[in-house]
Structures are given as structure tokens and as C-alpha cells.
């Protein structure tokens, strides 16, 4: 049993079970430390991270662990609509550090980038998009682009070309952003 499945039976805060943990008062073990992060998010119904994301895209074994949770990590698996070869390119992935500091050259890039992978059919959320960045980059790197990608999506949302393509929607008070293609005016000649 884990620190998040001790909260959830024990009904006991994770800050709690947290700073007992560090104080050695609490011993617990944790075969994956994902699948706990993963079954506390579902459970709070909050959308799971990139990172547990990626992860249940790199071990697919790990929905299994999931038990009663594992439909809906698996419908929001099925959201990120991964297909092969769809990760970000390269110059994409370099830009992302750079553009985090507001460098108009990788703004630029990773702008490009975004507006050609948005889907013209449906509004899509933050994870489509940095689960792209991070595929096939190793745990490492991953992590650190993931840190990154926050600022760097802001950056671009501040842009001018990118205008249109990203609205914020509060859901029970929390934003979130919807990335989309702008609808195309059409004119009556």
C-alpha cells in the first residue's frame, strides 16, 4: 500500500501521511509510485498530469494496476488521440527552454508548431498538446521539458499569432485552457 492509497482507505490527508513519512513515523511501500499519484488524481476527479500521462503511454501494464480507475485513466488516454509519428520534431523540443525565457525566435517556433497540431474538429486541452513534447525524450529530459512547458505555453498565448487559438474556461473555479483553430469568416460576395 502506498502513501495515496493509505489516504484514500484511511481517510487521512496526504499532507498528513506526508510529514509522517518524513518523519519516519510512517513506512510505506510503494511498488509504483505512479499508479498512486494516478488513482488520487481520479479520485479527486482532476484530470491526470503529463507526466503520469506519459507514463501510462510508455507502460501500458500500468492500467492494470489501476484496477476500478482504469477506465477512466483509458478515456484519457484515448483524448490524447496518439497516433505513430506524432511527437513534436526536434527544433521543437530545443525551442521549448528558450521560449520558457520569452525568446521571440522559439515563441515563434513552438507557436508554429502549436497552431499545426491543434485539430480543426475539437477543442483541445493542455495535455494534448505537452504529451506530444514529451514523447520519446526519456525520463530525465521529460521532466525537465515538463517544467518548462507551462511558461512556454504562456509565452505563446501572449503572442499576437496566436490570438484565437486558445480560450480559459473556469470549471468548479479552476481555469482551464481550451487550445482550438479559430473558425474562418466566410464572406457573402
Not at 24 to 41: F, Q, T
Not at 157 to 177: L, M, N, P, Q, Y
Request: one cysteine or more; hydrophobic letters at 40%.
Amino acid at each position: 500500500m502506498d502513501i495515496y492509497q493509505a489516504s484514500e482507505r484511511f481517510n487521512i490527508s496526504l499532507t498528513k501521511l506526508r510529514r509522517m513519512q518524513k518523519a519516519k513515523i510512517l513506512v510505506v511501500d510503494s511498488e509504483n509510485p505512479h499508479v498512486g499519484k494516478i488513482r488520487s488524481y481520479i479520485g479527486r476527479r482532476r484530470s491526470i498530469p503529463v507526466l503520469e500521462l506519459l507514463h501510462l503511454v510508455e507502460n501500458p501494464e500500468t492500467l492494470l494496476e489501476l484496477n476500478d480507475r482504469a477506465g477512466q485513466a483509458e478515456s484519457e488516454l484515448a483524448a490524447l488521440e496518439l497516433a505513430e509519428g506524432c511527437e513534436a520534431p526536434n527544433a521543437v523540443i530545443g525551442a521549448i527552454d528558450r521560449a520558457a525565457t520569452n525568446d521571440p525566435e522559439a515563441v515563434e517556433t513552438l507557436c508554429d508548431w502549436m497552431k499545426a497540431t491543434i485539430p480543426a474538429a475539437r477543442e483541445v486541452t493542455y495535455s494534448f498538446l505537452a504529451i506530444r513534447l514529451l514523447l520519446n525524450q526519456g525520463p530525465a529530459v521529460s521532466s525537465y521539458i515538463a517544467s518548462r512547458i507551462p511558461r512556454a505555453f504562456l509565452n505563446v498565448r501572449s503572442c499576437e499569432e496566436f490570438a484565437g487559438h486558445c480560450r480559459v474556461d473556469t470549471v468548479k473555479g479552476r481555469a482551464i485552457t481550451r487550445y482550438l483553430k479559430p473558425a474562418v469568416k466566410e464572406f457573402d460576395l
